[in-house]
């Protein structure tokens, strides 16, 4: 897996970005589990927090599992990216929700301090 380095302005959608990639790379796993050979560092506490929570909240979007009208364009970029059609999406980020909710120890979301 290669290396991504994103660097961006205040403001730009860094965290948009990240979680999007991020959950790329979760739902694109083979297994539900993928997600934990996944490493995300942010500069700060309060980034990676607010990451974890995206993630989460995105997934539970994504999954019909929340109203959060915030991630459609997202999930709409995943499907496309992943190939998946909506139902496909919707049962692959249950599965991936369910399994970093079980391992959320695993979730490694982090900073560099």
């Known amino acids: 897996m290669a290396l991504m380095v994103y660097r961006a302005a205040a403001g730009s959608g860094k965290t948009f970005?990240?979680?999007?990639?991020?959950?790329?790379?979760?739902?694109?796993?083979?297994?539900?589990?993928?997600?934990?050979?996944?490493?995300?560092?942010t500069f700060t506490n309060k980034a990676a927090g607010e990451m974890k929570s995206r993630v989460l909240n995105a997934l539970a979007a994504m999954a019909g599992k929340s109203n959060d009208r915030r991630?459609?364009?997202?999930?709409?970029?995943?499907?496309?990216?992943?190939?998946?059609?909506?139902?496909?999406?919707?049962?692959?980020?249950?599965?991936?929700?369910?399994?970093?909710l079980h391992q959320y120890q695993q979730l490694s979301i982090g900073t560099i301090d």
Do not use: C, H, P, W
Not at 21 to 31: D, I, K, M, N, P
Not at 76 to 93: F, I, M, P, T, Y
């Open 17 to 41: 970005t990240l979680v999007r990639e991020y959950l790329r790379l979760a739902l694109g796993a083979r297994e539900v589990n993928g997600f934990r050979r996944i490493l995300a560092i």
């Open 71 to 100: 991630y459609d364009s997202m999930a709409a970029q995943l499907g496309e990216a992943l190939q998946l059609d909506q139902k496909a999406l919707q049962s692959r980020a249950d599965q991936v929700l369910s399994a970093m």
